[in-house]
């Protein structure tokens, strides 16, 4: 092995991952084949969020729910503020406007953290990784005959002395890590997965579950704060001018008392009960998810005890609130390298066969009404065809339903090797494709715990025409309704 | 086969992209960030074994120092939450200077020990963390590719960019 030149060139260059700098020296720019604005990652991001401030700011597609959060944070301090605080400052104390201004700022502080941080988003697995994947499943499975279905997707490993099952994610095409889960709302999968908040406008996962839990704690004080004093307020008044006076006077003197007084009480409980219920949930190292599937047997000694906890609740507590915060991983505001392949647009249709079993514990109702309404929708429109017309809002290339013909014939057990794929597109269709080649597993996509879909969803016809369906529906644009009433199918057949 | 020496740059330009080893996450500890030390196969007449692996036990002790959690990190973390996580804003957490050294090294591996082989490694963080993706090249063994290498490196300091 001859040490050889070459090496001084490299040393002035900054290492990146063998590809061009995106923003290259003027010189070569007449022979630039791009267009002039190089684009950042996030706004080809294949989930369904949405992105503000050039990538700065993640948040769900649904924000309406936060807005009204940040209404009702904001209308019911601000009256505390302008109407009890300067007759309680000077009564009892300046220190009253001080605290509640600090609980406030603390308040918004987290809140706006927890809304616009991404949550731990799961990046999609490349083409390649993904291509690996599939043939390391394949051989996993060994050569299947006719009659015998392979195993479902899942891995396990053994973590602290416990079995834990890791599941195979379709849309992101990757075993999640142990409690990753994949949120169908937002069609990513995230890491520590505790619950999707439409009242935050984002998922909860592991990178801002600590912003979450200090919102909905300094919520909680806030609220008991300013009912407290509103209460303390119209008590004091009326002591002055007797109590029906003070209740007379109400609406001149001191508007809305009743009126923050009654969304006071009724946050605070809701709002004290959550605090209570994540309290639980951190000391003993568990999510909302694991929870409520009841993953974890509280006892000790017994068969399934958690592998995450450390034991002793002061731990659990340190390590959820103050260990360190892993960085995103799906880097937003980076600028796509041209020779990288990047995943084609959103491609969210394969979710439907199981991938979606886990959102079974939305923290709201409104997504039980959502749900609902989606069946309604969806009962009405006729799901599983074979031919390409299904994606109302948007029409897949015709480039790619020609490939699934061929592609049909794909003997099994044969991968395809990404150094051969002729170009980007091409990419991603064909490792959609690669479920074909397995016929057996095109019915097998759930994993046996799940609810079976259900009936008349999956078609007993031949696997190719479904494996086409899907790969059709994954070429569907991210807005169609069509999606939106599968998704809540699913969601309502897994529950 | 001859061997050649590639820079980071001229190894794409002069070999071609063989194939890809992924090193997949080791859960036995938990969710920790820890890459399997299995040698895999493909790399069997690429590299010695205990290189390779010591690459991965040095990454998965730099990850472990990462996610500690101690005396430092708990000193951040009530920090953080005293100022209502507003000195993020500011400050680079203990986890970002540990993923810079990681990324360091990462590139001073390849520049000592992989690229001379004709391999490349991926950092795990442009992969979610999830692989260590190591790209196999296949030299395009000629004499002429030496001197191609060699002049194109001279003139195309700049980068790939522009082709």
Redesign the interface.
């Given at each position: 092995?001859?040490?050889?030149?070459?090496?001084?060139?490299?040393k002035?260059?900054e290492?990146?991952?063998?590809?061009?700098?995106s923003s290259?020296?003027p010189m070569?720019s007449p022979?630039?084949k791009k267009k002039s604005a190089p684009k950042r990652k996030w706004e080809v991001f294949p989930g369904r969020n949405k992105f503000f401030c050039n990538g700065r700011i993640m948040m769900a597609r649904q924000t309406g729910v936060f807005y009204l959060t940040l209404v009702l944070i904001l209308v019911t301090s601000g009256l505390f503020f302008a109407f009890d605080c300067p007759y309680l400052s000077e009564k009892i104390t300046p220190a009253i406007p001080a605290i509640g201004g600090i609980l406030f700022?603390?308040v918004m502080?987290?809140l706006l953290?927890t809304s616009f941080s991404d949550p731990g988003v799961?990046?999609r697995?490349?083409p390649?990784?993904a291509a690996?994947?599939e043939r390391q499943i394949d051989i996993a499975n060994g050569s299947s005959s006719g009659g015998y279905r392979p195993p479902p997707r899942t891995k396990e490993?053994?973590?602290?002395g416990q079995t834990?099952k890791?599941k195979y994610c379709f849309t992101c095409k990757?075993f999640r890590?142990?409690?990753a889960s994949h949120c169908s709302l937002c069609d990513n999968c995230v890491?520590?997965f505790d619950h999707h908040c439409p009242w935050v406008g984002n998922c909860v996962g592991k990178r801002n579950y600590?912003?979450f839990y200090?919102f909905i704690l300094s919520l909680s004080f806030l609220t008991v704060f300013i009912f407290a004093f509103v209460i303390t307020h119209v008590i004091l008044r009326s002591q002055q001018t007797g109590f029906l006076n003070a209740l007379k006077d109400s609406p001149a003197r001191y508007p809305f008392a009743e009126r923050i007084s009654v969304v006071c009480f009724f946050s605070v409980w809701s709002i004290v009960g959550l605090s209570g219920f994540h309290t639980y949930l951190i000391s003993s190292n568990q999510t909302t998810n694991e929870d409520i599937k009841g993953s974890w047997s509280n006892k000790r000694g017994k068969e399934n005890y958690n592998?995450?906890s450390y034991g002793n609740i002061f731990?659990n507590c340190?390590?959820a609130?103050?260990?360190?915060?892993?960085?995103s991983?799906?880097?937003r505001r980076g600028f796509i390298q041209p020779?990288t392949p990047q995943l084609a647009g959103p491609s969210n249709g394969i979710t439907m066969y199981g991938a979606t079993q886990s959102q079974s514990n939305m923290c709201d109702q409104d997504q039980c009404i959502q749900s609902t309404k989606f069946v309604l929708q969806a009962a009405a429109t006729p799901l599983l065809q074979s031919e390409p017309s299904i994606t109302s809002e948007e029409l897949p290339l015709p480039g790619k339903t020609t490939i699934s013909g061929p592609c049909a014939t794909l003997s099994l057990g044969q991968p395809t090797?990404?150094?051969s794929m002729p170009n980007l597109t091409s990419d991603s269709g064909l490792t959609d494709m690669i479920p074909l080649k397995e016929e057996h597993e095109g019915h097998q996509f759930l994993t046996p715990e799940e609810a079976p879909s259900p009936p008349g969803m999956l078609p007993s016809g031949s696997p190719i025409t479904h494996s086409h369906t899907m790969h059709v529906l994954s070429l569907a644009s991210q807005d169609s309704l069509h999606e939106d009433s599968v998704r809540g199918l699913v969601k309502l057949s897994s529950v | 086969p001859c061997l050649q020496v590639h820079s980071l740059q001229e190894l794409r330009r002069s070999a071609s992209l063989a194939t890809k080893v992924f090193v997949q996450r080791d859960y036995s500890e938990g969710t920790m960030c820890q890459f399997q030390t299995k040698f895999p196969p493909e790399l069997e007449s690429r590299i010695e074994r205990q290189l390779f692996e010591e690459t991965v036990k040095t990454l998965n002790s730099f990850y472990a120092e990462a996610e500690k959690i101690g005396g430092s990190s708990y000193l951040e973390g009530c920090l953080a939450c005293a100022t209502a996580y507003f000195i993020f804003l500011c400050m680079e957490t203990h986890y970002e200077k540990v993923l810079k050294k990681i990324s360091k090294y990462i590139q001073e591996q390849n520049e000592k020990i992989y690229a001379p082989r004709g391999l490349l490694l991926t950092d795990p963080l442009e992969r979610g963390m999830r692989v260590i993706e190591i790209s196999i090249y296949e030299d395009r063994c000629s004499s002429g590719s030496s001197s191609s290498g060699s002049s194109s490196s001279s003139s195309g300091g700049g980068g790939l960019g522009g082709r």
């Open positions: 092995m001859t040490p050889g030149g070459g090496s001084g060139p490299m002035d260059c290492y990146s991952q063998i590809s061009t700098h290259s020296s070569e022979h630039k700022f603390f502080g987290t953290r799961l990046p697995a490349t390649d990784e690996d994947l490993v053994i973590i602290n834990v890791l990757i890590p142990p409690r890491e520590r600590r912003f200090m592998p995450y731990t340190c390590a609130l103050c260990g360190p915060l892993s960085p991983l799906i880097d020779d090797p990404p150094s | -």
